[in-house]
């Protein structure tokens, strides 16, 4: 019992997604913020969302292939992990479900399920070209950028053994200063039928991507400009995963798996790469050193058993286990070394009361450990059912608590070059804990081929981390991140589908989102980063040989924000459109406009977002 959305390869496909997050645009719930085209900054399900943008202390968890896919040292998601064009289909659960998944299963939890091999030999090629329309004289940045891309994937099955290759490479110029990148992904994935009910299966991921340091603006007036120091800043990130996963069917009751995984990440920045560019002077506190790194490794456990007992009984239970090993080097800026460890365990059991009313009830207890320096023990609950009174109708409910563990990153920073805002470490900070998450839903199919899908969420949450500044008006600023607040989030969300005809089909959500600060201490009962309203609106349909895709999504204006107060970003709407041609059954063709209208926008203070921009790209399949 859960609201859970799916976004399929079809879908994917339809609609004009370049990057993995934008496959969200129409789902209610969920808001992306982006600095760039290449850095998702938060990924926000009913309000829950990173601590300050960066892609630090995630709310929401990543999973691919039921894998963690989190950063060991900013439990950041890594979202340039998700192989594109191989993505069989994406399930999003919202709400708080830290009693199977443990740390960051706030907000929800996002699970990329990647297609398996076909049984004849299959290989896809997808490239595309596109640029950004030039913008306007008086902003600062009258220049023609480009992007393009080239995708391929090939799968092939041999009687017991079958496997998957994807490789990708995407250039960007950026549509601003400052927002360049080089992509590079690889995806493989072998499975191994060892008998009729023993599998194997190993997955290699690797992923690596040369960018500009993203920067903020120059000015309001010159928003696709920055700062004369900020030009010769660069970052290259290179993300490894190894996973092998083994699970067996001994009977037809019974499902025991185990899968063990390695993650290697590692980060260099460089804050004065040209040392001609004698703006970059590291003695004005902008920019303290001229390079830093970051190597983390994480090894991990999860084995699980599932037991159907009966038609009416189904019970899971399951260790979860990881090592993590972060180097922040210099330490004067960054973290240092340090050693982390986290064991849990935990039940679930779902039993049919009746053939209308089920029940799921759950818990998980996990330990973290900061050799040496903090340890922390959370114990996290669920209560949960779902009334089916007829075939077309579900009401569900869910009582649930969760918790995310405060990263390496948030505990040890001590200078942020990017911002060139500068930390008091806080080894002893505590975990953020949503102490009641309620939600009651209902889901209605109509007989005209259409569904309503209704939820009403209560979330009360406890030590949120958050910034505080420590310095006094007239001293150099100085922060330290803190468990600062007491919040709720509260709203509704709605969603509409309407199938018209065999050829055409509609959607619509809404949500509405209630972000208040109740800690006693508060200056206003805003929280930071928060959109009150957001809808979405999307249309598919088929004219013979082409497919015509149109979509719109509106935010509401930010009232709050951390770094640069004044400068919180304005509403927005946007408009994005697709006509695909299949012109044989081998190959297809497309075109695309996003920000038809040409918005100016940001969705993190002081980025200035992509106006309009067009695509042109050609799928093969053999």
Known sequence: PASVAVVTAQQINEKHVCTFD????????????????????????????????????????????????????????????????????IELVKGAYSSLYGSSAMGGVVNVVTRNPQLNPTTKVHVNYGFYEKQPRYFGNYRYNDFYAIETSHSQNYKHFSYLLDGSWKHNDGHRE???????????????????????????????????????????????????YRKDDYQKRKEYNADMYYYALPSAHVKYSTRVFYYRNHSKYSFNDDPGNDSTNINYGKQIVANSSVLAHRVGNISQIDWFINKK???????????????????????????????????????????????????RIDHYRVLGEFNETNFSPKLAFLFQPSKSLGVRCLLAQAFRNPSIAERFIKFEQGGGLAFTPNPGLKSEKLVLSTEVGLKWSLKNRSSFDIALFYNKYNNLISFQQLSKPLEK?????????????QGFEIAYQRILTDKARINFGYTYLDARDISKNRLNDNLAYKMKHTWSFGTTANFGK???????????????????????????????????????????FYLAVDNMSNTQYEELERYRMAGRNYTAGAVWSF
């Open 546 to 588: 082409f497919t015509c895709n149109a979509s719109a999504h509106y935010h509401s204006k930010v009232k709050e924000v951390f770094i640069y107060p004044g400068s919180e970003p304005k509403a927005a709407f946007l408009l994005n459109a697709k006509v695909n041609w299949k012109a044989s059954k081998l190959a297809s």
């Open 477 to 489: 600023l100085r922060y330290q991140v803190v468990n600062l607040n007491e919040a709720v989030m």
């Open 178 to 228: 400052k927002s360049a990148f080089d992509l590079y992904n690889f995806y493989g994935k072998a499975i191994w039928d060892v008998n009729g009910n023993r599998h194997l299966q190993v997955t290699l991921n690797s992923n690596q991507i040369d960018n500009d340091t993203p920067a903020t603006w120059l000015a309001f007036n010159q928003p696709y400009r920055v700062a004369d």
């Open 313 to 363: 009984h189904a019970f899971i239970g399951g260790t979860d286990f990881n090592f993590d090993q972060i180097v922040g080097l210099p330490d004067s800026v960054l973290y240092g070394k340090h050693d982390a460890i986290n064991i849990g365990s935990y039940i679930q059991d779902e039993w049919a009361i009746s053939p209308k009313l089920t029940s799921t009830i759950g818990v």
């Open 22 to 89: 934008q496959a969200f645009d129409e789902t209610p719930g969920v808001v992306v913020t982006r600095s760039s085209n290449a850095n998702v900054q938060a990924f926000s399900i009913r309000g829950a969302s990173e601590v300050a943008g960066g892609g630090i202390g995630n709310r929401v968890l990543l999973l691919i292939d039921g894998r963690p896919a989190l950063s060991p040292e900013s439990a950041g998601a890594l979202w340039n992990l998700v192989p594109l064009n191989s993505i069989e289909r």
